[in-house]
C-alpha cells in the first residue's frame, strides 16, 4: 500500500490502536471488550482471547506471531483504558474520535466510496475465496475455508447461518472456490475439491451436486434468469447451467465459450445479460504472470478486451486482477492484488478507461460483488474480512 500521509496516516494509526486486530471491534472499558495484552507483546480483546483459548481455557496461540500461552498469563493494556476514558464516558468517543461511524476497520475510500461495515477477522472467516449478494433479501454469502464453509450474513452483518461441512460425503464441501447466490434465493458453490457445482437453500440443505465432467470449476455468477455462468480454468471454457433448483433437477449443462486461458472471476451484466471473464496468463521470463479482462455480448460475441500489458499504458504500476463485477450502470468492476484497490474500467463501448473507486484501506483483495442497495462489497483475503461501502 502507498505511503500516506496527513490526517489519513495518523486516523489509520488510531485506527489499529484502539481496535482488536482479530474481530475488528473497538476496544471498551466493559468486560467483553477490554484490552489484554499476551506475553509476546500483541493486544487482543478478552472476548477473543476467550474464543482462542476454546472451551477448555487452557492455552492458546498468538494469532499473529504464534506465540502460545495460557489465558492466566495475558494482563490488562493500562495505556489503552486510559485512552479510551480521555475519549469520554464508555468509551463513547471513539467513533468521534475517529471520524466515523463505527463498525468498520480501513481508511475512508476516495471517489465518493465510504466504509460502512466490515465484517469478519481472523477466526470468524479464514481465507475466503468468494463472496455474493442476495439482491431481494440483501444477505451475504461467503466461503471460506472453516470448518463450515458457507457463511450468511444479515444486511446489518450479523451472521445468521453457517453450513457446507468440509468432508468427503456426497453434499460437503471441500474446496470452496467461489459462490454466487441466485434470483430464487439459493447457494451456488464451485467446489475445487472434487471439481463439482452444489447447490444449497438458505437454511443450508444440499439441493443439487453437478459433476458434469469439469476439469476445475472456478468462478461462477448467476443471471436475473437464475442460470449458473461459471468458468472451467483447466478446461479454460465457460459454462451455462440450467437447473431447477426447487426440485434439484439439472436441466442442461452448456459449454458457451472455449479456448480460454485459466479463466476464473466471471460476472453477468443484470441488465445487458454482458459477461466479463479474467483470464490468468502464464508467466513469460522472469515475470509472475499476468491478467487480462475479456468482455462477450449476451449472444457470447466478444466486445472488448484489456490485459495487464494494455493496462499498464494508462495506469503506471502493475495491475493484476482477481475479482470482477459489473455495477448497475454496466460498468466493469475489477480488483487489483498489486495496487490493493478496486477500479473501475468502464462500459464495454468505453473499455478500457481507467478510475480507482478504493485505494485506500484493502490488503489483499479477492471478491467483489454488489448489493440491492448499490454497496460495494470487497472481500479482503489479506485480514480475512469483508468490507462494505456506500456512496
Given at each position: 500500500r502507498p505511503p500516506q500521509t496527513g490526517m489519513a496516516a495518523e486516523d489509520e494509526a488510531e485506527l489499529s490502536l484502539l481496535e482488536c486486530r482479530v474481530c475488528f471491534e473497538p476496544y471498551g472499558p466493559d468486560e467483553q471488550r477490554r484490552p489484554l495484552n499476551l506475553p509476546c507483546g500483541h493486544v487482543l480483546c478478552r472476548d477473543c482471547v476467550g474464543a482462542l483459548a476454546g472451551a477448555e481455557r487452557r492455552r492458546l496461540e498468538c494469532p499473529f506471531c504464534r506465540r502460545p500461552c495460557g489465558p492466566t498469563e495475558t494482563s490488562e493494556c493500562r495505556p489503552l483504558l486510559q485512552l479510551?476514558?480521555?475519549?469520554?464516558?464508555?468509551?463513547?468517543?471513539?467513533?468521534?474520535?475517529?471520524?466515523?461511524?463505527?463498525?468498520?476497520?480501513?481508511?475512508?475510500?476516495?471517489?465518493?466510496?465510504?466504509?460502512?461495515?466490515?465484517?469478519?477477522?481472523w477466526g470468524s472467516l479464514v481465507n475466503p475465496t468468494g463472496v455474493a449478494a442476495c439482491r431481494r433479501s440483501g444477505r451475504l454469502a461467503v466461503a471460506h475455508d472453516g470448518k463450515?464453509?458457507?457463511?450468511?450474513?444479515?444486511?446489518?452483518?450479523?451472521?445468521?447461518?453457517?453450513?457446507?461441512?468440509?468432508?468427503?460425503?456426497?453434499?460437503?464441501?471441500?474446496?470452496?472456490?467461489?459462490?454466487?447466490?441466485?434470483?430464487?434465493?439459493?447457494?451456488?458453490?464451485?467446489?475445487?475439491?472434487?471439481?463439482?457445482?452444489?447447490?444449497?437453500?438458505?437454511?443450508?440443505?444440499?439441493?443439487?451436486?453437478?459433476r458434469e465432467g469439469f476439469c476445475l470449476p472456478w468462478g461462477l455468477d448467476a443471471t436475473p434468469k437464475s442460470e449458473v455462468i461459471l468458468t472451467?480454468?483447466?478446461?479454460?471454457?465457460?459454462?451455462?447451467?440450467?437447473?431447477?433448483?426447487?426440485?434439484?433437477?439439472?436441466?442442461?449443462?452448456?459449454?458457451?465459450?472455449?479456448?480460454?486461458?485459466?479463466?476464473?472471476?466471471?460476472?453477468?451484466?443484470?441488465?445487458?445479460?454482458?459477461?466479463?471473464?479474467?483470464?490468468?496468463?502464464?508467466?513469460?521470463?522472469?515475470?509472475?504472470?499476468?491478467?487480462?479482462?475479456?468482455?462477450?455480448?449476451?449472444?457470447?460475441?466478444?466486445?472488448?478486451?484489456?490485459?495487464?500489458?494494455?493496462?499498464?499504458?494508462?495506469?503506471?504500476?502493475?495491475?493484476?486482477?482477481?475479482?470482477?463485477?459489473?455495477?448497475?450502470?454496466?460498468?466493469?468492476?475489477?480488483?487489483?492484488?498489486?495496487?490493493?484497490?478496486?477500479?473501475?474500467?468502464?462500459?464495454?463501448?468505453e473499455f478500457p478507461i481507467f478510475n480507482p473507486l478504493i485505494s485506500h484501506g484493502l490488503s489483499y483483495p479477492v471478491g467483489l460483488t454488489y448489493m440491492a442497495n448499490d454497496s460495494l462489497v470487497v472481500l479482503d483475503g489479506g485480514d480475512h474480512s469483508i468490507k462494505i461501502y456506500s456512496s
Open positions: 479510551l476514558e480521555l475519549l469520554g464516558p464508555a468509551g463513547g468517543g471513539l467513533a468521534s474520535a475517529l471520524g466515523r461511524s463505527g463498525g468498520g476497520a480501513a481508511t475512508p475510500a476516495p471517489a465518493g466510496f465510504g466504509l460502512r461495515l466490515c465484517l469478519g477477522g463450515k464453509r458457507i457463511l450468511i450474513f444479515g444486511p446489518s452483518g450479523f451472521c445468521l447461518r453457517r453450513f457446507g461441512e468440509r468432508g468427503d460425503a456426497g453434499n460437503d464441501i471441500k474446496y470452496p472456490l467461489d459462490v454466487t447466490v441466485t434470483s430464487d434465493g439459493h447457494v451456488v458453490v464451485t467446489d475445487g475439491g472434487d471439481c463439482s457445482v452444489k447447490a444449497f437453500d438458505f437454511e443450508g440443505r444440499g439441493v443439487l451436486a453437478v472451467d480454468s483447466e478446461a479454460g471454457a465457460l459454462y451455462r447451467l440450467t437447473a431447477d433448483f426447487q426440485k434439484g433437477e439439472l436441466k442442461k449443462c452448456q459449454m458457451i465459450r472455449s479456448r480460454l486461458v485459466s479463466p476464473r472471476a466471471v460476472a453477468v451484466c443484470q441488465t445487458s445479460g454482458a459477461v466479463v471473464v479474467i483470464e490468468h496468463l502464464k508467466a513469460r521470463g522472469p515475470s509472475k504472470g499476468s491478467t487480462r479482462v475479456k468482455i462477450f455480448s449476451a449472444e457470447m460475441d466478444l466486445i472488448g478486451q484489456t490485459d495487464s500489458f494494455g493496462l499498464n499504458l494508462i495506469f503506471p504500476s502493475r495491475i493484476y486482477a482477481t475479482a470482477v463485477a459489473f455495477d448497475k450502470e454496466g460498468r466493469v468492476i475489477v480488483t487489483d492484488v498489486c495496487s490493493q484497490a478496486v477500479i473501475c474500467l468502464g462500459k464495454p463501448k
